[in-house]
């Protein structure tokens, strides 16, 4: 794959929903918007194969050029993410099965069976024929594989029958299968692998072991056929890039496993779906994307208009350009917003884009305009900088997946949250405190590049991830882990040993005994002074562990409830670092009392001084930093620079206190080599 350098700036585009004289007057106007990317096709297999084995690119080909000459490259979408009528039609297995045995609606997307031999054939034809069509095409630079691949459950007999074959190649016997997964349990061992049959929701009075497989399974299945098309491309088309728009905090798909043989990894992001936008959570979105390669990524899909889920709010002024900001500062390198112009039919419109459904220039279109303005200014300064943070966090997603089978109960699971609040309480509190996290998996990664590493929740332990934990903090790293830490072994069992399990040593402790709080129950817990500097009391919810130091010193206490007096949190050395388990989920004041004093420990330092609905992200490289600053509230804020810097969107010198106006965004580089 050729390298693809400089900063992208475009859109998603269907011309194929507008007559051709309008693809002309769209191409001139995205010329003066300043894009140099679209992104084309992925939805239009019916368009470019109305019939089996008749296509039609010409139409394709006309609208490619017309965006050429205007400079715009392309981006083709391999249209499988919606079959066309004649292949359900012809092959109607190819819809999915559902837990009560009823096939997917013919007349959407997504609806289709990964495992299905009739659309892999039919998927590896067009994608064949698309690649052989388009290789030499100078215009286009890349590819994106199908449209947000989801989890998609399918219980149709090809899928039975490739689950079966997946665990027997994952336990190699029945005995393994039956012994490893507890399936004594209910008498339900296995002694035919056709006996096997997927769980089905609900899944609270199954195995979990065999739950998590089968999610384990499905994850791999979506891998695998993404696999297909990458392979089809690379023979013909090696020099095109290759990309696929995730979905940044979905969680159902092993990310890293989709990410890994991709080029760049994309992500759609839809931060207003309502009046309020939680912006920790789009921050850790973008982290997470940008964690999967640990390389800069593309955002596929940036709102640009109201959305069409609940009907939300159309975006305020200023905002459309404050979301790009953040995409760029948080480590994007490619931005194409969706949609060019709102659809006048089918089910997405309402799903607004730059243009209304009239297809005049407004309000919208003159922020977008403004801000490619403006990224021209920043664009030769970001050039090969990297967000590169010191702080990471552990992430598997078989221990999500792990953590929502605790016995769910309308998306809550048994300790009353869902698999993300481990993890996003933490960040939240980082995030106020202009901190950038790395999101690792423990078992592949090195961890010793970061000052810190957080371990949310990481149920699910095997020998790698034990060691790497172990050898990080050895080797001087800082190491702090939320409850239920080390509990099960990898095929989601519960250990033996007393908790944390093999990482008791750790850890220097053990959980004594553990308790649900549920009915927005909440315990007190009180900080040890003399470790931390100064008195910090919070609370803990949903769940509390009785905790017995061996070695490690008491962190916090807990002041009531049926462990009063008791140790909340202990603090270990370990070899040259620090580990540090936290019986309880604790608020924000006590994590942001926490994180200070880690942060001090570590001797890590924020970009800039925390301001109340400020984000400040930097972003690294050989000629140095570059500090964004987002203000997200409607008023000014201020920001205090300590050394001499330019902005680099109205070109001043600055120094000192600074203002930021509302919904506005400053980027400073220093001025001091």
Known sequence: MSAISGLKFGVDYYPEHWPKERWVKDADLMAEVGFNIVRLAEFSWSKLE????EYHFEWLDEAIEILSRRGIKVIIGTPTAAPPPWIIKKHSDILRLDRNGVRSP???????????PNYITHTKRIVEKMVLHFKDNPNIIGWQIDNEFGIDICYCDNCVKAFREWLRTKYG???????SCGLIFWSQEYSDWDEIQPPKPPFDMQNPSLCLDWHRFMSDSWIKYQQIQIDIIRRIAPHHLITHNFMGLYKELDYFKLAEPLDIVSFDYYPKWGLSIDYARSAMAHDIMRSLKKKPYWVMEL?????????????????IRLWTFQSIARGADGIL??????CRFGAEEYWHGILDHDGIPRRRFSEIKKTSEDLKKIAPHIERTIVKPEIAFTLIYDNLWAWDLEVAYGGRNYYGMGSWEPAL????????????????????????????????????????????LKAYVKGGGILVATPRTGAKDWNNVITELTLPGVLSDLFGMNVEEYSGLPDNGRVCVEANESILGHRAIGEGRCWAEMLLPRGAGILAIY?????????AATINRYGDGIAIYLGTFLNEAFYMALIDWLIKTAGIRPALPPTSGLEVVE????????????????????????EEYQELICGEKVKGWVKIGGLDVGVFKPLKK
Not at 436 to 455: H, M, Q
Request: charged letters at 25%.
């Open 303 to 319: 709102q640009s208009g109201a959305i069409k889920t609940h009907m939300a709010p159309t975006p305020k002024t200023g905002e």
């Open 106 to 116: 013919a007349g959407t997307r997504r609806n289709y069976c990964p495992n299905n």
């Open 425 to 468: 309480d933490l960040y939240k509190a980082l995030y106020s405190r202009n901190l950038a996290v790395d999101f690792v998996e423990p078992s592949k990664e090195d961890l010793s590049g970061y000052r810190i590493v957080f371990v949310p929740s990481l149920m699910l332990m095997s020998r790698p991830i034990e060691d790497k």
């Open 619 to 642: 972003r690294i490289g050989p000629n140095g930093k570059i500090i964004f600053a987002l203000n997200y509230n409607e008023e000014a804020a201020r920001v205090f620079l300590d």
């Open 337 to 342: 917003y969706f949609r060019w112009r709102s």
């Open 50 to 53: 109305p019939r089996e084995g």
């Open 559 to 567: 002041r009531d409830g049926i462990y009063g007096g008791k140790p």
């Open 173 to 179: 016997s029945l005995e393994n299968l039956n012994r």
